[in-house]
């Protein structure tokens, strides 16, 4: 039998990995105070989202954009925190989550175009945005495509 060593990055992002996991199955399990569900048209069909609203907000929006394969759920309770003083929202990307399928694969451009349809359909002008993984990706390309929405 043999023994694998994981580095010490290796082991904090399974655990990083596992924790969002089990944080995603309790988004699906557990009801979080505020939080609503909807949809937005986008241009492969609709997309889903998860949003929390504080009553009065200054602050820029913040939209949120998960890692593929998974979904916003995997904000929901970060969502609850967050939309305590501004808007605070997570698209399922196109083919993720509870949001219409392409017809064809999409590249990180592609999610970016859909992302900034999104934000217009939102009546979002300008938003803080946070990505984890692919999200991250998502994220970086939109700043570069439209440098003046986030």
């Known amino acids: ?3 694998i060593k994981l580095s ?5 992002l399974a655990a990083a990995a596992a924790s ?3 944080a995603s199955a309790q988004a699906d399990i557990v009801a979080i105070p505020g939080l609503k569900r909807g949809y937005a048209d986008g241009p492969y069909g609709q997309i889903h989202y998860r949003i929390v609203k504080p009553a009065k907000s200054a602050k820029t929006p913040l ?8 979904s ?10 967050m939309g305590k003083d501004r808007l605070a929202v997570a698209p399922d990307t196109p083919g993720y989550g509870g949001s219409d399928t392409p017809k064809s694969p999409q590249q990180i451009g592609d999610f970016a175009d859909a992302m900034i349809r999104f934000m217009d359909e939102m009546k979002i002008k300008t938003a803080d945005v946070f990505g984890y993984h692919t999200g991250s990706l998502t ?11 986030i």
């Not at 939209?63 to 998974?70: K, T």
């Open 72 to 81: 916003g759920a995997v904000y929901e309770t970060w969502l609850q925190e």
């Open 139 to 149: 994220s970086v390309e939109i700043a570069r495509k439209y440098p003046g929405r």
């Open 1 to 3: 039998m043999s023994t």
């Open 8 to 12: 010490r990055r290796a082991t904090f």
């Open 20 to 22: 969002l996991a089990a």
């Open 63 to 70: 939209v949120c954009l998960h890692a593929s394969p998974l």
